[in-house]
């Protein structure tokens, strides 16, 4: 379950960048949105590190459990 959690950290950043990127375009096109507009996107920023904090998690866990340190591994990937 960890490694499930750990793959999907690149998804909830996409969908983190989608969202700030939306309320962006609302902005820009009608100015009294602003105000909640950031505010929603502080919200999505705030689960985007929750995401974040449960992978580091899930790091700890598989290092825990096999010795592996997922970092290296990503590294000898894509060098």
Same mark, same amino acid.
């Given at each position: 379950m960890a490694k $499930?959690?750990?793959k999907r950290d690149a998804e909830v &950043? $996409? *969908?983190? %960048?989608?969202v700030f990127n939306e309320f962006l375009e609302f902005m820009n096109k009608d100015p009294?949105? @602003?105000? #909640?507009s950031v505010y929603l996107i502080n919200i999505a920023k705030d *689960?985007? #590190? @929750?995401? &974040?904090y449960?992978? %580091?998690f899930c790091e700890q866990v598989l290092y825990?459990?096999?010795g592996d340190r997922i970092q290296k591994k990503l590294k000898k990937l894509n060098s």
């Open positions: $499930e959690v750990w &950043d $996409e *969908l983190y %960048n989608k009294q949105t @602003i105000t #909640r *689960l985007e #590190r @929750i995401a &974040d449960a992978t %580091n825990m459990v096999n």
